[in-house]
């Protein structure tokens, strides 16, 4: 028998009533039950014991062979690493059993506002094939979309944090559809999650800026509890790249905040924009270190000599770059970016929406495919990849000496299966244990 089809209307319809219900709406995908997500430690002194963490670097024929590792007694304070003792077995202390401690992770691009997560299984229609065509859709879905956004971005929080994500930078709507409402919701779904996840949050003028008239809105919502001020695809979608970006960057000034923009377009007038913001950040340093181009597609079609020129320039302007790490016909110059100090960060982005269904919420599942399509192979390699999970925090630095944790280190860390950082990565080890400030997610 055929599947039955099921319309747009009824496909919200029914979800509502599920949400209302307290069902259970995708059981297909492993999610921590509402009450594991209340933190068990809300500003109180624990103690774990057999926690593996790692102390250097075994070296063989002048390259590292192995990570060493040993087990030690963590003691946590109000949310702080408070002592890393020699590990006492006996001790009144939670049993780590061995498991690996890592810097908790952070998704650097993804959309909390905007997600089926925790809905029936769609998925994406081939005849949505623009950015214009999924504005289309998105002005007709959006207000049914609003009805059940709370719980569903508490329900993707949960995987996340069950990937071992515990702060994310979330880009929501800010369009003439949903006006403010999707900011308004994503902030109450994180007030009801604030013992245990973080996010900084991005106005995002998913429509354009001029395409659906939406300065009013992004000047309202600057003023609100926002950390960036977002763009998308200047050119393309409103038809000036200067026009457009002028009005991100005095908004951003204006109301002293950073830059994120969403840059699609490949070709001439991607490297455009890329270099207009490069020079709108050198005219004004207090955005250095405060502005960041996603997915920045453009870079991927460089020949080596361009992309080396156009790293420095993103590396000395502060101008950072963050990736969903794509792969097929549009391989980002990552190396090439680090080789000029450009801060690169990893986001997930779409996670089972009308964008795109393939996001796992596993950010450690992002650095795997990187070390993959970039050739780190090795011990090293793959251990330094790590950092694109955590923002650069790594258990130890390139000579193998311990950096992290360190007592007065905010107690923000996961423990995984897996004997080091470099298996980790390399066999996407599961996660066992989310700490978010002090707090025993799970």
């Not at 999924?134 to 993707?156: F, G, H, N, W």
Request: proline residues 5%; neutral net charge.
């Amino acid at each position: 028998m055929a599947p039955q089809s099921i319309s747009r209307k009824d496909f919200i319809k029914n979800s509502s009533i599920l949400l209302a219900a307290g069902g259970s709406l995708l059981s297909s995908v492993p999610s921590i039950a509402t009450e594991q997500t209340k933190p068990a430690i809300t500003g109180k002194a624990v103690k774990l014991k057999n926690v593996r963490l790692e102390t250097g670097f075994e070296y063989k024929d002048d390259e590292v062979s192995h990570t060493n590792t040993d087990l030690f007694l963590v003691e946590i304070d109000q949310g702080k690493i408070k002592a890393i003792l020699p590990n006492d077995p006996t001790a009144d202390a939670v049993d780590a059993k061995g498991l690996l401690m890592l810097p908790a992770f952070r998704d650097m691009h993804i959309h909390l506002d905007k997600t089926y997560y925790g809905l029936p299984w769609r998925a994406n229609s081939s005849k949505r094939r623009t950015v214009k065509d999924m504005i289309a859709y998105e002005q007709q879905v959006i207000p049914d979309l609003l009805k059940t956004s709370i719980p569903r971005t508490e329900k993707l929080i949960e995987l996340l944090q069950s990937k071992g994500t515990n702060y994310a930078r979330s880009h929501v709507n800010i369009e003439p559809t949903s006006g403010l409402d999707s900011l308004r919701h994503l902030e109450q779904a994180l007030a009801n999650k604030k013992d245990s996840f973080q996010a900084e949050l991005v106005a995002f003028p998913q429509h354009g800026i001029y395409y659906t008239k939406t300065e009013p809105l992004m000047k309202e919502a600057a003023k609100m509890n926002v950390d960036f001020i977002g763009g998308l695809d200047p050119y393309s979608i409103d038809g000036s790249i200067e026009k457009h970006m002028d009005f991100i960057v005095q908004l951003a000034l204006d109301n002293h905040k950073g830059i994120d923009i969403h840059l699609h377009e490949s070709g001439e007038s991607g490297m455009k924009t890329i270099e207009y913001l490069i020079n709108k950040v050198i005219e004004n340093p207090v955005l250095k270190g405060k502005t960041f181009i996603s997915h920045s597609f453009a870079l991927a079609h460089l020949d080596q000599k361009r992309a080396e020129e156009i790293a420095e320039k993103l590396g000395n302007a502060q101008v950072g770059i963050t990736s969903t790490i794509p792969f097929a016909g549009t391989i980002m110059p990552i190396p090439t970016l680090y080789k000029y100090g450009v801060d690169v960060m990893a986001g997930n982005d779409c996670i089972v929406d009308h964008w795109s269904t393939f996001g796992s919420g596993s950010i450690l599942q992002k650095v795997n495919l990187s070390a993959q399509l970039y050739g780190y192979r090795n011990e090293f390699a793959l251990s330094r990849s790590l950092r694109l999970a955590t923002h650069h925090i790594l258990p130890l630095d390139d000579k193998g000496n311990q950096q992290w944790p360190k007592a007065g280190d905010t107690a923000d860390f996961v423990l995984v299966e897996a004997s080091c950082s470099a298996e980790a990565v390399s066999r996407v080890s599961p996660v066992k244990s989310l700490i978010h400030r002090g707090n025993i997610v799970y």
